[in-house]
C-alpha cells in the first residue's frame, strides 16, 4: 500500500495554531427575525391537534378492541371448559345419578302408568335421553366457543392492514 508522504511528517516540525478561542476574531450579527410568524405556527398548531385528536382515537379503540378480545376470550374459555368436562362426564362422575320423582306413602313409585311399567327402564331411558341431550349441548358449546372469538379475529385482520 502506497501513503501519502504528509501522514509521515514529524508534528513537532508542523505549525500548529493556539487553541485559544479568540471571540474578537467573530463579526457581529445583525438579527433578521421580525418575530413569529403567524401562518407557520398556525400550520404546525393544527398539525399537532390533529395528532392528539388521532391519538385519542386511536387509544380509546385499542382499549375498545382489548377489551373485546379479552371478553371473547374469557367467554370462550369458559364455554369450552364447561362442554369438555360435560363431554368427559364418565371420567369426572362417580356413576351415581340423583332424579326427581313421586312416590306413594310406602315408597313405591307411582303408579299412575300403565300396568305393565317398568320404573328402572323408565330411569334408564330418561337418564340415556338426558346424556345425549347434554352432549348435543356440549358440541353447540364447542362450536359457540370457536363462533365468538370470529368476530375480533376479523377485526384484528382489518385492523391490520391500516397498521401494517
Given amino acids: ?3 501519502e508522504a504528509a501522514c509521515y511528517d514529524d508534528l513537532q516540525l ?3 495554531d493556539d487553541a485559544i ?3 474578537e476574531a467573530l463579526p457581529t450579527c445583525e438579527p433578521t427575525c421580525n418575530g413569529p410568524e403567524p ?3 398556525e400550520m404546525y398548531s393544527f398539525s399537532a391537534g ?4 388521532w391519538s385519542i382515537h386511536a387509544d380509546i379503540w385499542t382499549f375498545l378492541l382489548a377489551l373485546v378480545i379479552y371478553v371473547c376470550m374469557n367467554v370462550s374459555r369458559m364455554w369450552m371448559v364447561n362442554a369438555l368436562s360435560q363431554l368427559h362426564w364418565k371420567a369426572l362422575s362417580n356413576g351415581v345419578f340423583e332424579y326427581h320423582g313421586t312416590c306413594t306413602l310406602r315408597g313405591e313409585p307411582d303408579k299412575c302408568h300403565k300396568d305393565d311399567y317398568d320404573f328402572a327402564q323408565h330411569i334408564r331411558d330418561k337418564l340415556d335421553e338426558n346424556i345425549r341431550k347434554l352432549k348435543k349441548k356440549s358440541y353447540g358449546q364447542i362450536l359457540g366457543c370457536m363462533l365468538v372469538n370470529v368476530p375480533w379475529v376479523i377485526a384484528l385482520a382489518l385492523v391490520s392492514v391500516t397498521i401494517i
Fill in 1 to 3: 500500500h502506497e501513503y
Fill in 21 to 23: 478561542f479568540d471571540c
Fill in 39 to 41: 401562518e407557520v405556527i
Fill in 50 to 53: 390533529c395528532h392528539l385528536e
Fill in 14 to 16: 508542523s505549525d500548529l
